[in-house]
């Protein structure tokens, strides 16, 4: 017993003080992509050529940079012969509608919370679904580390259940496979009113890697409506963790 209580002691507090201090996130980490008009060459199509989701457009001249779909991977950025594109180290990258993943050169608008109403009803104590929709899953590795004592996401109230009908609401990852369709379309309707539903990484989003593939339906299907995008391949757990406590109005 003294032993446990010395190492417990040595091991200190490890959970992160999120979100009232700046996380501390790995050398490697990209976060939101940027762009500098003023370097980019006339013409050019690198960027565009070299993104494997078609993340990347450009109208008049001006780049548009779709974060539902982008990997992260920064092929485009060393793929840029001018140098344009980089990847900043922010983390905050999730949005309320589709259209707000769409960086444009105009203000990134991160996700606001819930309504007053849904924020009585779940901003103290949110249970979840997680519905693996066919994806490679390291989305649901990152959901699983935010269970774990160096995240805690007990402490905000927010937990994962196994049945649908003590939940109140869905996270659903993976393309949505044809084969997962009816599971989710199942799962959504056996979920009490009001629900919410939060889609993580570019699978669920867009499909991602998968998307296009006859088998898949490109992300969660038309029907299922989403109160939260978290972009991501997959996303940091720190960015699944922000946009579910700014859903909340909790950061
Ligand atoms: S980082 Fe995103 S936008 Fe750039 S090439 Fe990869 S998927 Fe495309
Ligand atoms: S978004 Fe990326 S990490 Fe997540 S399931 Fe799809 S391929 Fe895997």
Known sequence: MLRILQARLKQGYRTIRYPCESPT????????????????????????????????????????IDMG?????????????????????????????????VLDGRAFQLAGALDEQMRRLFGRSLKLRQVSAGGCNACEADINVLNTLAFDLGRFG????????????????????????????????????????????????????????????????????????VPGCPPHPLTILDGLLRLLGRA
């Not at 609401?169 to 919410?196: D, S």
Request: neutral net charge.
């Open 25 to 64: 996130l790995p050398t490697l980490y990209c976060g939101k992509p940027e762009w500098e008009a003023a370097k980019c060459t006339e013409g050019c199509r690198a960027c565009i050529d070299s993104c494997p989701t078609g993340a990347l457009s450009k109208a008049s001249g001006a780049l548009t």
């Open 69 to 101: 779909r982008c990997l992260f991977c920064t092929g485009c950025m060393d793929n840029c012969p001018a140098g344009a594109i980089s990847f900043s180290r922010e983390h905050r990258l999730a949005a309320r509608t589709r259209e707000g993943l």
């Open 158 to 229: 927010i937990q994962f259940v196994a049945s649908p009908r003590h939940a109140d609401g869905l996270l659903v990852t993976g393309p949505v496979t044809k084969n997962m369709e009816l599971a989710l379309r199942k799962t959504y309707e056996a979920t009490p009113a009001p629900k919410l539903v939060i889609a993580v990484g570019a699978c669920a989003i867009s499909g991602g890697v998968f998307a296009g593939h006859d088998e898949v339906l490109d992300g969660v299907p038309t029907g299922i409506p989403v109160d939260l995008f």
